[in-house]
């Protein structure tokens, strides 16, 4: 265990849906991140955010949604996704991006299918 | 574009040998280098971080760093099956300190 939870573990989802993604961190890190895992592809950054502030959005269609109530806390809203973003979701935390040293570790992922 | 590249492999070693992965990175400015081990279906877990040039010894993991030639490896030794699994080299971007990975190395050790 990393200290980093995630739920749901698995969610399989039609392209009318509305869901969400939870990540909760127990670390006392500052900074949180979504990530996209999709087959044969490197991690893929989606968002990050810095004592709850949101610092990057790597270009991430609208159909994803962050947010970011506390430092603890990271939620992704889902809407009218499409089937190629099945993939596995994961979040992250660390202690302070602006570190050089700073560390990530990850959640157990949440892996999406889009019907 | 920044790039961290790794071969994907597989990469096949006998049990009890040892296995050599290897990562070159494309910022020459990065300072911060990790090895992340992922299970088939499971999520990233830190092995290993590295900052100064040389090497640097945990268990049976050591990662060596070659700012110089911009490249880090991860040796293992005494390879054991339950070693099997994909290795992600990760690099951080020292302009906005974001993480670069590689696409990963699939490593088989067999029995």
């Known amino acids: 265990e990393t200290g980093v939870t995630q739920t749901p573990r698995h969610l399989v989802m039609g392209m009318t849906n509305k869901k969400s993604l939870k990540c909760e961190q127990h670390?006392?890190?500052?900074?949180m991140y979504w990530y996209k895992q999709s087959a044969k592809k490197p991690l893929e950054l989606m968002f990050v955010y810095n004592f709850k502030e949101q610092t990057e959005n790597n270009s991430v269609p609208s159909r994803f949604s962050p947010e970011c109530p506390n430092s603890s806390h990271l939620f992704l809203h889902l809407h009218t996704l499409q089937p190629e973003d099945s993939a596995l979701y994961l979040c992250?935390?660390?202690?302070?991006?602006?570190?050089?040293?700073?560390?990530?570790?990850f959640g157990p992922g949440t892996r999406l299918t889009v019907l | 574009q920044k790039e961290v590249e790794q071969n994907s492999g597989p990469l096949s070693v006998p049990e009890g040998a040892i296995a050599s992965l290897n990562c070159t990175y494309s910022?020459?400015?990065?300072?911060?280098f990790f090895w992340y081990r992922q299970y088939s279906g499971k999520s990233p877990e830190l092995i290993m971080s590295?900052?100064?040039?040389g090497d640097k010894e945990d268990g049976r993991f050591t990662a060596q760093l070659n700012k110089a030639s911009q490249y880090v490896s991860l040796l293992i030794r005494d390879s054991q099956p339950s070693d099997s699994a994909t290795y992600l080299c990760?690099?951080?971007?020292?302009?906005?300190?974001?993480?670069?990975f590689g696409q990963g190395t699939t490593l088989q050790v067999k029995p």
């Open positions: 910022d020459r400015g990065s300072q911060s």
């Open positions: 990760a690099v951080n971007d020292p302009n906005t300190g974001k993480l670069i």
């Open positions: 670390l006392g890190h500052n900074a």
């Open positions: 992250a935390s660390s202690q302070d991006r602006v570190l050089s040293t700073d560390t990530q570790y």
């Open positions: 590295i900052y100064s040039n």
